[in-house]
């Protein structure tokens, strides 16, 4: 199975800061990334997928990058209603596996 | 617009048995794959199964392989699991999930389901 480890596990940050999610994959994905956000009580929602493509609606300051086992979320400028837990996935192959989830807080 | 509603969850002790459905609308399960994702109460998340979109190919993660079944009835709009055996680490929110493309799986998945929470206690 790929294991996928995010960093960090959670972060603190204020509105109008500029941050980034790390995802390693334990071998190559070629691409097959996705990002996702999940607030408390709610279902993840799709904001990445491979690598670099936005879901539709999702605002401009998401923006994914990375290739083979390295990959990164960055948020250009946060707004209030970012602050939640990121999650990426893979999907190479089976089984299909995520990371640990990153717990964006407001500092 | 795409809409998935699971159903199903609740309460059952260790060894029992429980089907989820998931209703879907917005589009074709003849067209696009799905899968089931668990989340354990504060933790991460788990994909459990997936189906291709012709429903001729099933995937399963090696924690519930033998034990759960996941099927489409597509006149009926709806996927299925079927949960036996079930132990308390499968207690979870399970949601149903929509693959984001067609053909070759796996997906991404573009869209989810709200949930539904299976507690195995006795």
């Known amino acids: 199975d790929i294991q996928m480890t995010q960093s960090p596990s959670s972060l603190s940050a204020s509105v109008g800061d500029r941050v980034t999610i790390t995802c390693r994959a334990s071998q190559t994905i070629a691409g097959w990334l996705a990002w996702y956000q999940q607030k408390p009580g709610k279902a993840p929602k799709s904001l990445i997928y491979a690598t670099s493509n936005l879901h539709s609606g999702v605002p401009s300051r998401f923006s994914g990058s990375g290739s083979g086992t390295d990959f990164t979320l960055t948020i250009s400028s946060l707004q209030p209603e970012d602050f939640a837990t990121y999650y990426c996935?893979?999907?190479?192959?089976?089984?299909?596996?995520f990371g640990q989830g990153t717990r964006l807080e407001i500092k | 617009e795409v809409q998935l509603l699971e159903s199903g969850g609740g309460l059952v002790r260790p060894g029992g048995s429980l089907r989820l459905s998931c209703v879907v609308s917005?589009?074709?399960?003849?067209?696009?794959?799905m899968s089931w994702v668990r989340q354990t109460p504060g933790k991460g998340l788990e994909w459990v199964s997936g189906?291709?979109?012709?429903?001729?190919?099933?995937y399963y993660a090696d924690s519930v392989k033998g034990r759960f079944t996941i099927s489409s009835d597509n006149s009926k709009n709806t996927l299925y699991l079927q949960m036996n055996s079930l132990r308390a680490g499968d207690t979870a929110t399970y949601y149903c999930a929509k693959d984001g493309g067609s053909g070759n799986p796996p997906y991404h998945f573009d869209y989810w389901g709200q949930g539904t929470l299976v507690t195995v206690s006795s």
């Open positions: 917005g589009f074709s399960l003849r067209s696009y794959g």
């Open positions: 996935q893979q999907y190479n192959s089976y089984p299909i596996t």
């Open positions: 189906i291709s979109d012709s429903g001729g190919s099933t």
